[in-house]
């Protein structure tokens, strides 16, 4: 099992940043593909950047490409997500998740492990 959990959410006015953190526990981080999605009301889950197990390869959605960045420590069992340039339409649920295989790092179904969220609401 591992544990996650989000945190750095909150309410940000457009062109603002913030920076989320995800903490994981139990078994080895490293071991774990990581990625973050969100889900704004009304809306389905959606991908929004994935890392892969040593940091070295990232992805993005296009929505977010050029404004947020994903970055891992596998020191601190943590995974970050550095968004700036917030909009109104980054406003959702985000959550972060672990990846085992990493086959399909853009879909859900290859998450193995996911945290309750963090919420974020960027104002116009």
């Known amino acids: 099992q591992v544990q996650l959990v989000e945190s750095g959410g909150g309410l940000v006015q457009a062109g603002g940043s913030l920076r989320l953190s995800c903490a994981a526990s139990g078994r080895t981080f490293s071991d774990y593909a990581m990625g973050w999605f969100r889900q704004a009301p009304g809306k389905e889950r959606e991908f929004v950047a994935a890392?892969?197990?040593?940091?070295?390869?990232?992805y993005y959605a296009d929505s977010v490409k050029g404004r947020f960045t994903i970055s891992r420590d596998n020191a601190k069992n943590t995974v970050y997500l550095q968004m700036n340039s917030l909009k109104p339409e980054d406003t959702a649920v985000y959550y972060c998740?672990?990846?085992?295989?990493?086959?399909?790092?853009?879909?859900?179904?290859?998450?193995?492990?996911w945290g309750q969220g963090t919420q974020v609401t960027v104002s116009s």
């Open positions: 890392i892969t197990w040593s940091g070295g390869n990232t």
């Open positions: 998740a672990a990846d085992y295989t990493f086959r399909a790092p853009t879909r859900e179904y290859d998450y193995d492990y």
